[in-house]
C-alpha cells in the first residue's frame, strides 16, 4: 500500500517560512521523481518543485524554495521562504515513476500566508 504523508503545513505571516515534509512508504523510493504541487481555491493545480537526480522550479518559487530529498528516509522535503499571500494552497507531494506508468499523490496540507 502506497502512502505519501505530508506535514508542515499552517499559517505564517507574509515574509515567514515553512519546511513541508512527505513521507513515504510502499515505493522503492529511489525509482521515483517526488514532487510538490498546490492547489488554490478556484485554481488548478499547479507544479511547485520536483527532484529526482536534479531539481527543478516553478517560477513563482524559485528562489524563494528548496526541494530536497533523503532518500534513506524515504522522505522530501519543500523549504518555503520569503511566503507571500498568494502562496496560500494546499500543498500535494507527488511521487512519479522514473521508467513512467505510475503516480501517487498524498492528501494534502494547508499552507496558508497571512497576517
Known amino acids: 500500500q502506497v502512502q505519501l504523508v505530508e506535514s508542515g503545513g499552517g499559517l505564517v505571516q507574509p515574509g515567514g517560512s515553512l519546511r513541508l515534509s512527505c513521507a513515504a512508504s510502499?515505493?522503492?523510493?529511489?525509482?521515483?521523481?517526488m514532487g510538490w504541487y498546490r492547489q488554490a481555491p478556484g485554481k488548478q493545480r499547479e507544479l511547485v518543485a520536483t527532484?529526482?537526480?536534479?531539481?527543478t522550479y516553478a517560477d513563482a518559487v524559485k528562489g524563494r524554495s528548496t526541494i530536497s530529498r533523503d532518500n534513506a528516509a524515504n522522505t522530501v522535503y519543500l523549504q518555503m521562504s520569503s511566503l507571500r499571500p498568494e502562496d496560500t494552497a494546499v500543498y500535494y507531494c507527488n511521487a512519479r515513476l522514473r521508467a513512467g506508468g505510475l503516480s501517487y499523490w498524498g492528501q494534502g496540507t494547508q499552507v496558508t500566508v497571512s497576517s
Open positions: 527532484v529526482g537526480n536534479t531539481a
Open positions: 510502499g515505493i522503492t523510493f529511489n525509482a521515483y521523481v
